[in-house]
T-cell receptor, first 110, second 113 residues
Framework: SQQGEEDPQALSIQEGENATMNCSYK?????LQWYRQNSGRGLVHLIL?????REKHSGRLRVTLDTSKKSSSLLITASRAADTASYFC??????????FGSGTRLSIRP | DARVTQTPRHKVTEMGQEVTMRCQPI?????VFWYRQTMMQGLELLAY????????DSGMPKDRFSAEMPDATLATLKIQPSEPRDSAVYFC???????????FGDGTRLSIL
């Protein structure tokens, strides 16, 4: 399998709480991107973080990157029902390889 | 909003039949990707093109799969002959470059009986 690793596989939280998802990779990267997928739909790009960046923000999203540990995390603050979806990280390696993680299924309870 | 369009959205056919999936990338995007998504394997990159030339098709089973871009507005993925293990959702995505954010279509859900 070409999948990268993500954890947790599934996460259920109360509306208003924060959600954190983690992604690990094995090769050197050019950048790492996070995508969201709603049921039955294609993926939607959320945020891109370059290999020389450590943190990036976009609205309620915060992404961190630790190249020494080859890991990244996505934090969604003040979650809403509409955040219910699967979230994927995608590693864009320096060798022009693209590897998506196995995904985290996020459920927001009202 | 510009969108990636995939047809058909659903396809059910019998084993051994040829299957053709089509994709219209976003105008101006020079990079087009084909992915396959299954519960077991997740999202796998099959092939991608830049400026209509294949850059990497190492993820694609070459004996039965083929991908082409006859022109800048059309990308095709063919399976011949199809097998039950090809059942999956196939996504096309386009972007302004290999390392840039990709825009995904809503996929073709393929079932091979």
């Amino acid at each position: 399998s070409q999948q990268g690793e993500e954890d947790p596989q599934a996460l259920s939280i109360q509306e208003g709480e924060n959600a954190t998802m983690n992604c690990s990779y094995k090769t050197s990267i050019n950048n790492l991107q996070w995508y969201r997928q709603n049921s039955g739909r294609g993926l939607v790009h959320l945020i891109l973080i370059r290999s020389n960046e450590r943190e990036k923000h976009s609205g309620r999203l915060r992404v961190t990157l630790d190249t020494s540990k080859k890991s990244s995390s996505l934090l969604i603050t003040a979650s809403r029902a509409a955040d219910t979806a699967s979230y994927f990280c995608a590693q864009y390696s320096s060798a022009s390889k693209i590897i998506f993680g196995s995904g985290t299924r996020l459920s927001i309870r009202p | 909003d510009a969108r990636v369009t995939q047809t058909p959205r659903h396809k059910v056919t019998e084993m051994g039949q040829e299957v053709t999936m089509r994709c219209q990338p976003i105008l101006g995007h020079n990079t087009v990707f084909w992915y396959r998504q299954t519960m077991m394997q997740g999202l796998e990159l099959l092939a991608y093109f830049r400026n209509r030339a294949p850059l990497d098709d190492s993820g694609m089973p070459k004996d039965r799969f083929s991908a082409e871009m006859p022109d800048a507005t059309l990308a095709t993925l063919k399976i011949q002959p199809s097998e039950p293990r090809d059942s999956a959702v196939y996504f096309c995505a386009s972007g302004p470059g290999t390392f840039q954010p990709q825009h995904f279509g809503d996929g073709t859900r393929l079932s091979i009986l």
